[in-house]
């Protein structure tokens, strides 16, 4: 499945160019500008129909902003979101409807995401109801349906959120998802909250409902062993930017960003071997993204950092066919693996 | 602020566990008398962890984990929970014959704990300094200055940087990581012989949790802290503890070396556990083809209704009648590696 780098004919299902997001920071009664949040700073990708693409970064980098944008939860400051060759980066709510049908959200907290004085079985078919996609029989057929697909008894559809458990909830948030058949399903880290045993569960139906629906994924999380699971490319984020992107086995074999390089060796391997192995460990924090660092955003705590990084942002390119790296450390020629260069 | 390629531990696996234990919890049962019924949310757990060692404890949700943890420490909220049998001996006393201004000496003093969420441990209105002070000036009767002085140095251990600064700073002013690194500073404030750490990095990136766990690291090899890591991530005890204890449902279900744990595990709950983790090389070494994961099928019983027999048995694959019938035995099925299961010859022979 993981041949859709190589295929260039295929129409991307959403296309996203240059977009960015970012807030104001209001201060005082009139609301005067006194900042702004580069949450999303120039970020560019696509998803095929049937691909997963997974979107990693540690907290603050922008990944969830980016979701919510892509639906238009959020307006975008600039940059476009092309849906199947339409740009839909300036519809008005009401021409946004029936692209709104086709995406679709899953979220983090089944504790928070759920209206807890609505029942399962009403949660599941109030998208059919702001749609009029169904009248009330049809909707209760379709609802039982999706309770089983996601695999939850249909007799739980009476019942109210308080009634299940996280992993149950969980599937309910799946199945209203599911609601209006998408073709796009944004995951905002839908497995982090759940017990490792549960969280199994969940994310092999999310990959079974995948091939079975043909569904295009964008799997948010900070988790980089799930993400790598279930999604055929990887986008890394740090402070508002992608600075990696490629097929999930080059990424993790090749990783061609040294940010990328730090998080794969932090990511404790449930392993005996594992404790041996060489580990790169980044010092201080990572910076606000309302005053990033100029030039490379990650230079502050690179370890092969020259005076250009400082000065100069690199740019997101191809570096090998397939595999997007924005760092100058392979402007002479790919270098693996990454090595400081030796005049500085 | 240099940047280094640090080699994994080795200063761990070097310990071999030696010597008599500082801190042993045997057969303790902490229930919660509530109106709903009893809730036996430990079960006869026993532990024990030496100087310079780390045990991790592992289990999901309402295994019981954290309840150990606190009733070591006499912080289990009664009522409605009660310590009803079993012993924690500490350096030879049992702890559970103490009275409250006696656990007070040792609770901070020689038993410190950190926990999962810095932002609500930490009190919003004082300084990083004070709160750090406070411990040791409580516990060491140091006059308020020379408290203050041991405050940055203690900030400057766990590699804050600009402690003398920090040292006026509030718990808001600071970033995540930091926050944990006081959190360590504070336990470590008056050098307790045990650390008992619940959840200390679940928050936190994971690259803010590879520094917090080095730190823990370093800190051990050079105070001989006795650390009790306690956490969900098979990941993180993999790389840091040198045994380990699975719970289940209120009861240790197996424990073992790390390294046995992992090569070999005995009960089904630890094989489905590491069974239904994402691994990264696995994800790469099959070529990018997408696999599923094994799952442990339903979910964790409720500690109002737990099921008769193994509390596993319903999730279980191998589960026979007997398990349904008979909770199993904990049994030490070869040196230092003990299972409570009546089909862990056949899973251990099956692995071999």
């Known amino acids: 499945m993981s041949d859709s780098a190589g295929v260039e004919s295929v129409q991307p299902l959403i296309e996203v160019r240059d977009l960015k997001k970012h807030f104001p920071i209001l201060k005082g009664v009139f609301s005067r500008s006194a900042g702004t949040v580069y949450a999303v700073d120039g970020v560019s990708f696509h998803i ?15 990944k ?21 060759g339409e740009d839909i980066t300036s519809l008005d709510p009401e021409r946004m409807l029936p692209y709104r049908r086709q ?12 209206n807890p004085r609505m029942s399962a079985g009403e949660i599941v078919g109030e998208p059919m109801v702001i749609h009029r996609a169904a009248n009330a029989d049809e909707r209760r057929d379709r609802v039982a349906a999706l309770f089983e697909r996601v695999g939850l008894r249909p007799e739980l ?8 458990s996280g992993g149950q909830r969980q599937r309910i948030g799946i199945a209203r998802a599911l609601a209006l058949s998408p073709e796009l399903v944004v995951g905002d880290e839908p497995v982090s909250a759940l017990d490792v045993s549960i969280q199994a569960q969940i994310i ?14 964008l799997f948010v999380a900070h988790d980089l062993a799930v993400v790598e699971h279930l999604s055929h490319r990887v986008a890394v984020m740090y402070l508002g930017r992608i600075v990696e992107l490629a097929d999930k086995t080059d990424l993790f074999e090749m990783p061609l960003h040294p940010y990328t390089e730090a998080l794969l060796s932090a990511v404790p391997i449930p392993k005996a071997s594992a404790r041996s192995r060489k580990r790169v460990i ?3 924090d990572v910076p606000s993204p309302i005053n990033p660092p100029a030039g490379c955003h990650f230079h502050t705590r690179c370890l092969y950092a020259t005076a250009r990084c400082r000065a100069e942002a690199p740019q997101l390119r191809e570096i090998v066919p397939g595999h997007l790296a924005a760092c100058h450390l392979h402007d002479g020629g790919v270098k693996f693996p990454l090595e400081k260069p030796a005049a500085a | 602020m240099n940047q280094g390629v640090s080699q994994g531990t080795t200063a761990a696996d070097a310990v071999t566990a030696s010597g008599p234990a500082v801190l042993e919890v045997d057969d303790l049962r902490t229930h919660f008398f509530t109106q709903a019924g009893v809730i036996r949310a430990v079960d006869g757990v026993s532990y024990a962890v030496r100087a310079g060692e780390t045990l991790g404890v592992v289990g999901e949700s309402g295994c019981g984990k954290s309840v150990t943890a606190l009733s070591v420490l006499g912080l289990v909220p009664a009522p409605p929970g009660r310590i009803v049998g079993g012993a924690i001996r500490f350096d030879g006393t049992n702890l559970l014959d103490l009275s409250e201004a006696e656990m007070e000496d040792i609770r901070g003093n020689e038993i410190s704990m950190i926990f999962q969420e810095p932002m609500t441990s930490l009190n919003p209105l004082m300084t990083v300094g004070r709160q750090i002070s406070e ?3 409580l516990h060491q009767g140091l006059s308020p ?26 718990p808001h002013q600071l970033s995540g990581g930091m926050r944990q690194r006081v959190m360590i500073a504070m336990a470590l404030s008056c050098n307790p012989k045990v650390l008992i750490a619940d959840e200390p990095t679940t928050a936190l990136d994971v690259t803010i949790q590879a520094q917090i766990l080095e730190l823990m690291r370093e800190l051990q090899d050079r105070f001989g802290t006795a650390i009790v890591l306690i956490t969900h991530d098979m990941g993180v005890v993999a790389e840091n503890a040198d045994r380990v204890v699975v719970m289940y449902a209120g009861r240790k279900v197996e424990e073992a070396s790390a390294k046995i744990l992992f090569d070999r595990p005995g009960h089904p709950y630890t094989t489905g556990l590491l069974g239904s983790i994402p691994k990264l090389d696995v994800a790469a070494q099959r070529g990018g083809r997408r696999s599923r994961l094994d799952e442990i099928k339903g979910m964790v019983p409720s500690l109002h209704r737990l099921p008769q027999g193994c509390t596993f048995a319903p999730r279980c694959a191998l589960a026979t009648d007997q398990c349904r019938a008979e909770y199993p035995p904990l049994i030490e099925h070869r040196p230092g590696h003990a299972i409570a299961c009546w089909r862990a010859d056949t899973l251990l022979a099956g692995a071999a």
């Open chain 1, 64 to 84: 969830s902003t980016v979701g919510r944008t892509l639906l238009k939860l959020l307006e975008p400051t600039s940059g476009q979101i092309i849906v199947r």
């Open chain 1, 282 to 284: 980044l010092k201080g």
């Open chain 1, 48 to 62: 095929d129909p049937g691909e997963t693409l997974g979107l990693v970064g540690e907290s603050g980098c922008g």
């Open chain 2, 135 to 137: 411990a040791i000036a």
């Open chain 2, 145 to 170: 200055r020379t408290a203050t002085e041991k405050a940055i140095e203690m900030l400057r251990r766990v590699s804050i940087p600009e402690p003398e600064r920090r040292v006026h700073a509030y």
């Open chain 1, 157 to 164: 559809m009476d019942h109210y959120p308080h009634e299940f």
């Open chain 1, 204 to 217: 092999n139906l999310l990959m079974d409902l995948q091939d079975e629906l043909k569904l295009s994924y």
């Open chain 1, 103 to 114: 995406m679709q959200m899953i979220y983090q907290d089944p504790y928070a995401s759920l």
